[in-house]
C-alpha cells in the first residue's frame, strides 16, 4: 500500500536537504523552493530555482532533492527547474540568516527596490559584529559569496551576496 | 508571430560574446596580479559561460536549435557570431580590464532593454542576470577607477588600453545584415543603434570621474566583421582549445 502523503511531510523531507557549499543550509532555508504539488498516492512534483544563473552544484542539488525525498517517504518524485520564479537573496529565511551568521559567513542584508551593490560596503563582521569592514571584492569563493575584511578583528571573512 | 531567423541570430550573437569573453576570463585563472583578482576573473567567467549556456538552451527549447554542449563545440569558426572584442587574447592586465569594463556595461544595457522584449524567455532571462551584472560592473568600475588614480604610468597604460580598444567594443553593436528592423518592429529588442547609445551614456560618467578621455567616436571606425562569421586570427586557435575534450569524445556524457 502506497503512503499517504501531505504536502507538508514533503516539505518537512526538504529540511534535510542541504546546500553543498554551506552545509549549515537547507533548500528551504535559501528559499530555493518554489512550489510542492502531491500529484498522486506515492508520487510528487517539486519546483525549485538555483541562486545564481550558473550555478555549479544545481544539477547536484536537483538530484539530491529527488533521492533524499524518495528515500524519505517512499514515494516517486520529479524535480523541475522552475522558469517562472528567480531566486533573490529576500528570499532567504531569517532563521536561515542566523544560521549562516554562525558558520562564519555574513548574511545578505535586506534588498529593498532596486538593489544598489554598495549596500555591500558595510557588512557586519560575523566575527566580532564589527561594522568597521571594507569590501575587497564582490567575488569569493563561489558565485554567491564576496570577500571583506574587518578593521576590528584583523579577519577576512565572506558574505553571501545581496542579489535581487 | 516572432520571426525565428531574426531570433536565432540574435541569441547566437549575444551568446557567443558570452562564451568566448568567458572562456578569455577563464585564462586569468591561477595568473590574476592578486588572488581576489584571480577569483573575480574565474567567477566573471563561470557567470558568463553559464549565461552562454542559458541562451543555447532557449535556442534548444524554443527555437529547434541543437543541444547546448555540441552546438558550442562543434560548430565550424565561420557559423561563430561573437565580436571581435572578445576574441583577442588577454594581453596584458590593463587591456583584459578595459574590456571587462566595456564589454559588461555592454552587456548590462543589452540585458536590461530585454526586461521589456516581446520573446518571453528574454523577460524572464534578464531579470535573472539583472542582479549578477551589477557585480560585474561594480568590480570592473572600481577598478578603472582605483588604476586611473593610482600613479601616472597605471594611468597611461588604463588611457592607452582604452584608446585602443574602443573600435573594438564599438564593434559590439554591429547591426544584423538584414534582421535588425524586423528585431525592432517585433519588439524583441531596441535594436543596436539604440544600445550603442545608451551604452555610451552608460560609459561616459564613469570614465569622467577617473579622469579618462573617451576617445572621438565618430572618428573611430567599429571593428565589425564579427556578427557575419568573419573573425580574427585569434579565434580559430581558441575554438580548438576549447572544444578539444568534447572533440575527444562528442557522444559521451559529461
Same mark, same amino acid.
Given at each position: 500500500?502506497? =503512503?499517504? $502523503? @501531505? ?14 557549499? !554551506?552545509? #549549515? ?30 550555478? =555549479?552544484? $544545481? @544539477? ?14 517512499? !514515494?516517486? #518524485? ?87 | ?254
Amino acid at each position: 500500500m502506497s =503512503p499517504v $502523503i @501531505s504536502q507538508e511531510d514533503i516539505y518537512r523531507a526538504l529540511e534535510q536537504v542541504m546546500d553543498p557549499e !554551506i552545509p #549549515v543550509l537547507s533548500v528551504i532555508d535559501l528559499g530555493m523552493i518554489t512550489d510542492v504539488e502531491v500529484t498522486g498516492p506515492g508520487s510528487a512534483h517539486i519546483k525549485m530555482v538555483p541562486t545564481f544563473a550558473a550555478c =555549479p552544484a $544545481i @544539477s547536484y542539488i536537483k538530484d539530491n532533492i529527488r533521492t533524499v525525498v524518495e528515500n524519505t517517504l517512499g !514515494i516517486a #518524485v520529479t524535480v523541475e527547474i522552475d522558469k517562472q520564479v528567480h531566486w533573490e537573496s529576500n528570499r532567504m529565511t531569517a532563521a536561515a540568516k542566523e544560521k549562516l551568521k554562525n558558520f562564519g559567513i555574513a548574511p545578505p542584508q535586506a534588498v529593498e527596490g532596486e538593489m544598489q551593490p554598495e549596500i555591500m560596503l558595510n557588512t557586519p563582521c560575523p566575527h566580532c559584529g564589527s561594522e568597521h569592514t571594507y569590501l575587497r571584492s564582490p567575488f569569493g569563493s563561489t558565485l554567491c559569496r564576496a570577500i571583506h575584511y574587518c578593521k576590528s578583528c584583523g579577519q577576512v571573512f565572506e558574505q553571501f551576496k545581496p542579489l535581487e | 508571430m516572432i520571426n525565428n531567423a531574426a531570433l536565432t541570430d540574435l541569441i547566437v550573437k549575444m551568446a557567443d560574446d558570452e562564451l568566448i569573453q568567458g572562456h578569455r576570463n577563464s585564462e586569468w585563472t591561477g595568473l590574476g596580479p592578486v588572488m581576489e583578482e584571480d577569483i573575480a576573473f574565474s567567477s566573471m567567467a563561470q557567470d558568463k559561460i553559464g549565461h552562454a549556456w542559458a541562451l543555447y538552451r532557449i535556442l534548444h527549447e524554443n527555437l529547434e536549435g541543437e543541444d547546448p554542449d555540441r552546438f558550442a563545440f562543434v560548430r565550424p569558426e565561420s557559423a561563430f557570431k561573437c565580436s571581435h572584442l572578445v576574441e583577442l587574447p588577454n594581453g596584458a592586465y590593463d587591456f583584459s580590464l578595459i574590456r571587462h569594463f566595456l564589454f559588461d556595461h555592454a552587456e548590462t544595457v543589452r540585458y536590461e532593454s530585454l526586461r521589456d522584449s516581446s520573446f518571453e524567455p528574454f523577460q524572464q532571462l534578464s531579470k535573472k542576470l539583472k542582479g549578477e551584472l551589477k557585480y560585474h560592473t561594480l568590480h570592473a568600475n572600481a577598478f578603472i577607477m582605483q588604476l586611473s588614480r593610482a600613479n601616472e604610468e597605471s594611468y597611461a597604460r588604463m588611457q592607452t588600453a582604452l584608446n585602443e580598444t574602443i573600435a573594438l567594443a564599438a564593434g559590439i553593436f554591429e547591426p544584423a545584415a538584414i534582421y535588425e528592423d524586423i528585431l525592432i518592429d517585433e519588439k524583441i529588442y531596441p535594436g543596436e543603434k539604440e544600445l550603442y547609445h545608451r551604452w555610451l551614456d552608460r560609459i561616459y560618467p564613469i570614465l569622467v570621474k577617473a579622469s579618462l578621455n573617451l576617445p572621438d567616436m565618430d572618428s573611430i571606425t567599429p571593428e565589425f566583421g564579427g556578427r557575419k562569421g568573419f573573425h580574427t586570427t585569434h579565434l580559430g586557435p581558441l575554438l580548438k582549445e576549447m572544444g578539444e575534450v568534447f572533440n575527444l569524445d562528442t557522444e559521451a556524457s559529461w
